[in-house]
């Protein structure tokens, strides 16, 4: 388990590396409906990895279709089966992508804070510690907490932030 999946846990005990509830080589409408759902919640979107290989213009235009949608906060209109126009459903959670390199084009590229993790970069004493935290449930319980904290103080909060979005 890495770094992202110890993010990830926070927002649940089960979110280990072999269940993050995202990844790149779902479908870009299961995506962004996942997306929609992971409201005001970390989403973990694992594996954007191109090869080179036949397909791979599929994975970039997912990436792109997801992350430009969480950069404008907008998301894809469609119609339902009767010809009426479905509400969209823009992301509503952050999103936070893993890969071997980052998505071509500059405009994509602008809506993401990029990240590179070099060799040797990340303390694995402390890696190992919060892995432990993580199988322990206690960065669960931890959010846990501060939801409980935060939801007893929320109309004082928001009071004293009026410029924050709600």
């Not at 213009?57 to 998301?75: H, P």
């Not at 459903?89 to 993790?117: C, D, H, K």
């Not at 904290?149 to 929320?154: D, E, H, K, S």
Request: charged share 25%; hydrophobic share 40%; aromatic share 4%.
């Amino acid at each position: 388990m890495g770094q992202t999946e110890i993010c990830q846990q926070h927002f649940g005990l089960a979110m280990d590396s072999a269940h993050l509830p995202g990844h790149l080589a779902s479908t870009a409408n299961g995506l962004e409906s996942l997306a929609f759902h992971a409201k005001d919640a970390l989403l973990v979107m694992d594996d954007f990895a191109p090869t080179g290989r036949y397909g791979d213009e599929g994975l970039e235009s997912i990436a792109e279709r997801l992350f430009r949608a969480a950069g404008n906060q907008q998301g894809r209109s469609r119609l339902v089966g009767n010809g009426r126009l479905q509400q969209a459903r823009p992301p509503r959670g952050l999103l936070l992508a893993t890969g071997e390199q980052a998505p071509q084009g500059q405009s994509i590229r602008a809506r993401l804070l990029i990240r590179e993790v070099a060799l040797g970069e990340v303390d694995r004493d402390t890696l190992s510690e919060c892995q432990r935290a993580g199988e322990e449930g206690r960065l669960a319980g931890s959010m846990g907490a501060f939801l409980g904290w935060i939801a007893g103080r929320y109309e004082e909060l928001r009071a004293a932030s009026p410029d924050t979005v709600s």
